[in-house]
């Protein structure tokens, strides 16, 4: 792995779509995961990879508590020593699996070590579903993952950063003409549901600036949206912006990228 600076950020998707999900995000001595719905051996690998390992990390960010983001947590915790940070609200819905020891309960405004963390509400099927901004030497990244839609009064303090993840599920007409019986379609369409490509890339649009470095579309649906297709929406929507677009994949690591 190459040489690191303290002074910058680092963001890497690990696995991102229907089977698991997991990124990694690097502040200085301050590293921390996001999310664990893969088995932990694929983690521990992946990281290894990077000569890492689990013992330089803070703790671990969960979004919500579907499998394909917590199903590798309960491992995660016996085989490390990891907090896990979480809102208060949804701790109740992981305590099964999360002893209460091992838990670190964050609010909307958070300090850790030299790092701020900032959790806002997203719209999914679930009881509690949050997004993070994540702030280190006036870098920040933009973590949105599984959200029908984002509120407007959001806008501004999700505007102007320089790396975003941002859900990109599904191409509209894949999804109504595909395989899925009707209530899921609904259910995916929905305000609880996923961004399409169309959505995703009209949020970024509205976001993004000259400030802007990267971009990962995360969390594309296999039978209801193709690379090609989530691609092509986000650069037509942000032609003229000198901004790299990668897509987050399921089985493949995404680039390292340093702001």
Request: proline residues 2%; positive net charge; glycine residues 4%.
């Amino acid at each position: 792995m190459q040489c690191l600076s303290i002074k910058k950020m680092y963001f890497r998707t690990i696995a991102s779509g229907s089977k698991g999900n997991s990124s990694i995000v690097l502040c200085g001595d301050t590293r921390l995961l996001i999310d664990d719905g893969i088995s932990y051996l694929t983690l521990k690998r992946n990281l290894e990879s990077m000569s890492l390992d689990f013992s330089m990390f803070k703790g671990i960010l969960i979004t919500h508590s579907h499998s394909d983001h917590v199903k590798g947590l309960e491992s995660l915790l016996k085989h490390t020593k990891l907090k896990v940070l979480i809102p208060e609200e949804m701790y109740h819905e992981l305590k099964d699996i999360v002893p209460k020891y091992r838990v670190i309960f964050i609010k909307e405004i958070n300090k850790l070590d030299d790092v701020k963390i900032e959790v806002f509400n997203t719209s999914h099927d679930t009881d509690i579903s949050v997004g993070y901004i994540i702030t280190y030497n006036d870098k920040t990244l933009v973590y949105i993952t599984d959200t029908g839609y984002l509120n407007k009064k959001l806008f501004k303090k999700l505007s102007n950063k320089n790396i975003y993840l941002m859900e990109s599920n599904h191409d509209e007409e894949m999804l109504r003409n595909g395989p899925y019986p009707p209530f899921l379609k609904s259910r995916v369409l929905s305000d609880h549901g996923h961004l399409s490509n169309k959505l995703a890339s009209s949020y970024l649009k509205q976001f993004v600036t000259e400030n802007t470095k990267y971009i990962f579309l995360a969390h594309l649906s296999e039978k209801n949206n193709t690379e090609e297709l989530a691609m092509k929406e986000a650069l037509d929507a942000l032609k003229d912006k000198n901004i790299k677009v990668y897509i987050a994949k399921q089985d493949e690591m995404g680039k390292l990228v340093e702001v």
